[in-house]
């Protein structure tokens, strides 16, 4: 049959398998398939003792892994942190407010207390968020993530 890619392969049309284009088959343009069952045997043990060969004379090369990416890993903890850091910067106004709106419980009062209590818990928490904030650009940096 013809060279399937056309003028592209060449002039000669029937060039494309080794010019044994009645025996072997060609379909995608990289590698002649023969036909014929004596062909493809041939064809095997010629492979099977190639690959013997590189695999007895070639050098080991010793498999090298790059270390994981820990850019995105990296990024979604800052974005989580970011996250817990805005949550709690939006409770301590809710509860400024609360607190220190008019009217607002009275200073002393159960409420009162219990509302302080919060805020500074929530405080407390934003300015952890912040420093693992703080903590994880480093590590981005470290990394040299962008």
């Not at 007895?56 to 996250?83: I, R, S």
């Not at 949550?87 to 509860?95: G, M, S, W, Y």
């Not at 609360?98 to 500074?120: A, E, H, T």
Request: proline share 9%; glycine share 8%.
């Amino acid at each position: 049959q013809r060279d399937p890619i056309g003028y592209a392969g060449g002039i000669n049309l029937y060039e494309y398998v080794g010019g044994k284009a009645v025996v072997t088959l060609d379909p995608w343009g990289m590698i002649a398939i023969p036909t014929n069952p004596e062909a493809i045997a041939v064809e095997i043990a010629l492979l099977a003792a190639l690959l013997a060969y590189l695999l007895t004379h070639l050098p080991k090369v010793g498999v090298q892994t790059c270390p994981p990416n820990p850019c995105p890993d990296l990024d979604a903890e800052l974005a989580k942190a970011a996250t817990k850091a805005l949550k709690a910067a939006q409770e301590i106004n809710d509860l400024d407010r609360q607190l220190f709106g008019w009217p607002g419980p009275p200073i002393g009062s159960n409420q009162w207390i219990v509302d302080m209590y919060k805020r500074n818990q929530a405080i407390i928490e934003y300015l952890q968020s912040l420093k693992e904030m703080q903590n994880i650009n480093q590590q981005l940096d470290d990394a040299g993530c962008p």
